[in-house]
C-alpha cells in the first residue's frame, strides 16, 4: 500500500482499526495465534494494508501491550485521584485504585491475558513497554507513599531478615528507601504488587469461582489482607461491585 499520499489523521485511524480488529482476535486466538493476515481478513484488509502500518507482527504485539499497560494505569490513576479528592484514605484509595484494575481486566480479558498471562512464544517485549508497564506499580507506590508520609502505616511486626533485595529501579520508583522501621517498605509493597496480579489472574481465568460465593467481596477481603503486610488499613463497610 502506498501511504505516500496518506495523511497523518487517516493514517492513525487505520492504526486504531487495526488495532480494535486485534484486539478482538486476541479474546479469540490468544497472543499467540495473533497474525498479520488474521488482523487483515479480519478488518477487512488486505495484508499489505496492515504491514505498512505494523511491518511485523511483534510490532502489532508491541503497540497491544503499550495500550493495555496505558490503559489499565490509567483507570487506576483515575480512581486513586477520585479518592483522593474526596478526602479518602489511604487504605480507601488502595481499594478504589485496585478495584478499576479488576473492573478494567474483566472487561478487557484478551488483552489482560496478553500482559499477565503466559508468554507469547517467540516474542520478546522492547524496552518502550517498560514504562508503561511500570504505571501500575508506580500508582501502588504513590498511595503507600502518601500514608507513609500521613503516618498511616503500622511498623511490622518483624523485620525480615536478609540482604537488600531491590534494584535501584524500584527503589527510584517509589522515591528510595525510607529508614527503618520501614526500611523494607519497598520490598512489601512488591508482596503487594504481586498479590495484586496474582488475585486477578485467579478471577479472571475462574480459578476462585468454586471457593468462595461473592468473588467482588472475596477481591475486597483480599486486598485488605494483603494491605497488612505494609502495614496499611482498608477499610471494610465499602461499597462493593458485583460480577
Do not use: C
Not at 497474525?35 to 504485539?61: C, K, N, Q, T
Not at 479518592?83 to 480479558?109: I, Y
Not at 491475558?113 to 500508582?139: E, F, K, M, N
Amino acid at each position: 500500500m502506498d501511504v505516500s499520499g496518506t495523511s497523518a489523521t487517516d493514517e492513525n485511524t487505520r492504526r486504531e482499526a487495526i488495532k480494535a480488529t486485534a484486539r478482538q482476535l486476541l479474546v479469540k486466538l490468544g497472543a499467540g495465534g495473533l497474525s498479520l493476515d488474521a488482523v487483515a481478513s479480519g478488518g477487512g484488509l488486505a495484508v499489505a494494508e496492515v504491514e505498512a502500518v505494523f511491518p511485523h507482527r511483534d510490532d502489532l504485539l508491541t503497540a497491544l501491550v503499550i495500550d493495555a499497560y496505558n490503559d489499565s494505569a490509567a483507570a487506576m490513576e483515575r480512581a486513586d485521584q477520585a479518592a483522593g479528592s474526596a478526602g479518602a484514605s489511604a487504605g480507601a484509595r488502595l481499594l478504589a485504585a485496585t478495584r478499576a484494575l479488576r473492573a478494567w481486566s474483566f472487561a478487557n480479558t484478551g488483552e489482560f491475558t496478553l500482559i499477565y498471562g503466559s508468554p507469547v512464544p517467540d516474542y520478546h517485549a522492547p524496552q518502550d513497554t517498560v514504562p508503561p508497564a511500570s504505571r501500575t506499580p508506580a500508582v501502588l507506590a504513590g498511595i503507600v507513599r502518601s500514608a507513609l508520609e500521613a503516618g498511616e502505616l503500622t511498623p511490622p511486626r518483624r523485620v525480615v531478615p536478609g540482604p537488600p533485595l531491590l534494584r535501584p529501579e524500584a527503589v527510584e520508583l517509589f522515591g528510595g528507601v525510607p529508614e527503618a522501621p520501614f526500611s523494607d517498605i519497598v520490598e512489601r509493597g512488591i508482596v503487594l504488587w504481586s498479590s495484586l496480579i496474582g488475585l486477578l489472574v485467579f478471577q479472571v481465568f475462574s480459578r476462585t469461582h468454586d471457593s468462595v460465593r461473592d468473588e467482588s467481596a472475596y477481591f475486597d477481603f483480599a486486598i485488605a489482607v494483603a494491605a497488612e503486610g505494609i502495614g496499611l488499613v482498608v477499610p471494610s463497610g465499602e461499597d462493593t461491585e458485583t460480577d
